[in-house]
């Protein structure tokens, strides 16, 4: 059975907000941390995305789904680009923009292109899914290939749940493939994705627990480091 469409949606939005907040002040509390404000952007963006997608009506209209996907898209290029700079100082706020706006410049070519041709909506669908989820594993990547210069290990926990949103996205993208052949029948479809989205929505919950409890390990072992060199 397939779960209620309306009811993950609304604790879609629910929890995207939540994270926001909660990764916004753990953010104001310890600035340096930039991966908190790059993840509190990105679930407000999907959070704002899927609220105006879920006023597009029946007719679906096609600017409106750009609009939708584009904001997705910024977010999560800002998640991406923010563990970089929290991964490498050197990174700095504007080749942070140049980067979302490299990303997100991409997939509205690809999608314009892909719509002058007469892609199918699950077509523009997969294309906005395989964004998604590459620019996930990024941040994933990064979160993982830190901890060989700081040690944290909470880095585990965030990068894995990272993963993990990226791989609910990726069984998308394969399941509107099988639809388009015929092998998966639309009930088949219905109840795999709202089983993805459900599982996407646990995985969003563990990503933020992990992002915060990394900031705070980190805050804590600069403290340790200063106590150290403080002459006694």
């Not at 997608?53 to 750009?66: H, I, K, P, Q």
């Not at 410049?105 to 999608?111: C, D, E, K, R, S």
């Amino acid at each position: 059975m397939a779960l209620e469409a309306s009811t993950l949606l609304f604790i879609g939005i629910f929890v995207r907000l939540t994270a926001a907040g909660v990764a916004l002040l753990a953010w104001y509390h310890h600035r340096e941390v930039v991966c908190l404000l790059g993840w509190s952007l990105a679930m407000a963006l999907s959070a704002l995305a899927m609220a105006v997608g879920s006023l597009r009506g029946a007719d679906n209209a096609l600017d409106v789904t750009l609009l939708t996907n584009v904001l997705f898209v910024v977010g999560y290029a800002l998640m991406w680009t923010s563990m970089r700079r929290f991964n490498d100082s050197r990174v700095r706020p504007i080749n942070q923009l140049i980067g979302v706006l490299m990303v997100a410049g991409a997939f509205v070519a690809l999608f314009a292109l892909a719509w002058w041709f007469g892609a199918p909506r699950r077509a523009l669908s997969a294309l906005f899914s395989l964004f998604v989820a590459g620019l996930t594993l990024a941040a994933a990547w990064e979160t993982w290939r830190g901890f060989g210069r700081d040690g944290l290990g909470s880095r585990h926990i965030a990068g894995t749940a990272l993963a993990c949103i990226a791989a609910t996205r990726l069984i998308r993208v394969t399941l509107i493939g099988l639809q388009m052949t015929g092998a998966v029948s639309p009930a088949t479809g219905e109840l795999v994705q709202s089983f993805t989205l459900y599982f996407n929505i646990a995985f969003l919950l563990a990503a933020t627990f992990g992002l915060i409890l990394m900031a705070q390990e980190w805050v804590d072992g600069r403290s340790a480091q200063t106590d150290i060199r403080m002459p006694s």
